[in-house]
């Protein structure tokens, strides 16, 4: 799309890097109190009440972002969303976001509006402030770095570490469509390679690909526990696929845990995907990763106040540090979890 020819190209050196920043973030209105100085002095300042929880993500180009099937816009929401998922897996509410961003001439004005209208949606969405960050130049490719800033009463934080033996283990949402649209948008890239003229017909495949390109950091979800008075003992989100986060909450806490397979949520498309590819649903779900759904515990009295909701699924429950890590198979084999998630240092990466 960068390349379209009918496409308007600014060249970054026009603007200048002041004239740069000015541009992109004139349109960012500031939504809350708290923030009492944005953008434009040399820090930001905010003021507030509770507990600070603040957390940062680096997105590089060819690393963790693909730009040939990546919409600017979808890749300035999703690089929000990953920092906003992991506030809200802190049980906390997510007031204002900085974006750095290292650009090379590659790309023109336009790029970065695109990016940017992402970046104004998901604040707009999410209700966060815009409030600072930096811009400089890359020899090659783009560099994003996002930092998110919530707050929590210091009683609600969830850590990695509060989970004990008997609590239940509970996801939100379901696991792999992700994965498996990255799977389909890489089969596509593929074929176009061979064949520019082919318009593929993503469709069928619409709910995954949407997963992959514009996943929704779950808010929603850590407003519904309030809202049911649900504290859960320990929550983390899915970023790396659900066999590694449960062996983070396992770790931090001390506790081991039962799985079952038969329990997974799955969205029948992933299920028709996985059938396609020919991959065990089950491992995508353990191993996907780019779910950003909440994984919690909860105690078991809590049980009855979220049974039943559509968006919460029972998954297993913890066991005692010496038991171990297990996933219970459909033909109730147990089968010791291993952190398969996806690992940045892999040398296939
Ligand atoms: P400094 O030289 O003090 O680092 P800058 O000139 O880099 O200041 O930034 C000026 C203001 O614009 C600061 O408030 C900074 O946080 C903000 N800013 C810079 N780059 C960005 C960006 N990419 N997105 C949002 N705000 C930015
Ligand atoms: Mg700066």
Not at 13 to 39: A, M
Not at 87 to 113: C, D, G, H, K, Q
Not at 204 to 209: G, H, N
Not at 223 to 231: D, G, P
Request: hydrophobic share 40%; with cysteine; net charge negative.
């Amino acid at each position: 799309m960068l390349e379209d020819k009918n496409q308007e190209r600014t060249s970054l050196e026009k603007l200048g890097e002041f004239g740069l920043i000015d541009h992109l973030t004139e349109n960012f209105e500031i939504k809350h109190t708290s923030t009492i100085k944005g953008i434009g002095d040399d820090a930001a300042v905010f003021d507030h009440t509770e507990k600070t929880v603040l957390t940062t993500d680096l997105l590089i180009e060819g690393v963790h972002f693909d730009l040939s099937y990546m919409p600017l816009k979808h890749l300035g929401y999703k690089a929000v969303m990953v920092n906003l998922s992991d506030v809200y897996a802190m049980n906390a509410t997510a007031t204002s976001i900085t974006v750095s961003l290292a650009v090379s001439n590659r790309f023109p004005l336009e790029a970065l509006e695109e990016l940017y209208a992402g970046i104004a949606l998901a604040a707009k969405v999410f209700n966060v402030d815009l409030i600072g960050g930096d811009t400089t130049s890359s020899t090659s490719g783009m560099l994003i770095s996002i930092t998110a800033i919530g707050e929590a009463k210091e009683e609600e934080i969830t850590y990695r570490s509060g989970a004990k033996p008997n609590d239940l283990l509970v996801v939100s949402g379901d696991l792999g469509a992700a994965y498996m649209g990255l799977q389909v948008l890489d089969r596509e890239k593929e074929v176009f390679k061979v064949n520019p003229n082919n318009q593929p017909d993503l469709s069928p495949y619409s709910y995954i690909v949407e997963r992959q390109l514009k996943p929704e950091a779950r808010k929603d979800i850590v407003e519904l526990l309030k809202e049911m008075e649900v504290l859960p003992t320990s929550m983390i989100d899915i970023s790396d696929g659900l066999s590694s986060e449960i062996l983070h909450l396992c770790k931090s806490s001390k506790v081991g845990c039962n799985l079952f397979e038969e329990k997974i949520p799955l969205d029948p498309t992933v299920i028709s995907a996985c059938e396609e590819f020919n991959v065990d649903s089950t491992m995508v779900a353990l191993s996907g990763g780019e779910d950003y759904e909440l994984l919690f515990t909860i105690s078991q009295n809590d049980f009855d106040k979220i049974k039943g909701n559509p968006s919460l699924t029972v998954i297993g429950h913890m066991t005692d540090e010496r038991e171990g890590a297990y996933l219970v198979t459909r033909g109730n084999t147990k089968i010791e979890l291993t952190a398969q998630g996806w690992n940045s240092f892999n040398s296939d990466n």
